[in-house]
């Protein structure tokens, strides 16, 4: 709120609408002085975010080279970087006004290609460790019923999309925050067999 609507100062409050964004807010313009161009704090949030360059996860399992069976728990797991999952810092600043967004991958939906319902996991999933065994994921994990052979080149081709929130604040006056969620995807394939019992 500026100084002239505090004290009681001749002007108006307007409303201001974005296209861009669709966002409304309000603004103070004391009498007689032009109607400036009104700088909204969540085009330069995006701004920020694009220059953070976020892209999908970078998917650690499963993998091209891995060797996976019909019924044996799959285990997904993402590793963690500031462009693929985050925490992400960046800043824009235009006509006096700087804002600061903070991004970070809030889940991920797997699409596993066998046309079974996604599986979405809440955070990066838990590396599989030889000593684990045949146990299920506790946190992101997947069971193929069916073998990959009839699938094209004999593979699965899933996708992993991950949903980045990103929080954003002005620095300074006028105080202002907002979130907004964007969405970025990787692909993978993995081929999956059927053991071969044999008596």
């Not at 684990?132 to 992993?160: E, I, L, N, R, W």
Request: aromatic fraction near 8%; proline fraction near 7%.
């Amino acid at each position: 709120m500026q100084d002239g609507k505090r004290q009681g100062g001749k002007g108006a409050v307007y409303q201001v609408l974005c296209p861009e964004t669709g966002r409304v807010g309000t603004v103070w313009i004391p009498a007689g002085q032009p109607a400036a161009p009104q700088i909204d704090p969540e085009v330069l949030a995006r701004r920020a975010a694009d220059s953070m360059k976020l892209v999908g996860p970078k998917i650690a399992n499963p993998r091209a080279a891995g060797k996976y069976v019909v019924g044996m728990p799959t285990w997904m797991w993402v590793d963690e970087s500031p462009t693929t999952f985050g925490p992400n810092t960046a800043t824009a600043t235009a006509g006096g006004v700087t804002v600061t967004a903070t991004a970070k991958v809030s889940s991920i939906r797997w699409n596993m290609g066998d046309d079974t319902a996604p599986e979405t996991c809440d955070g990066p999933g838990t590396k599989y460790q030889a000593s684990m065994g045949k146990t299920k994921s506790p946190d992101c994990g997947h069971v193929y019923d069916q073998a990959s052979t009839t699938s094209k080149g004999g593979k699965f081709h899933g996708s992993a999309t991950a949903t980045w929130t990103i929080d954003w604040q002005v620095t300074g006056a006028p105080a202002q925050a907002g979130q907004f969620t964007e969405v970025r995807a990787s692909q993978f394939s993995v081929a999956v067999h059927e053991v071969q019992v044999v008596n």
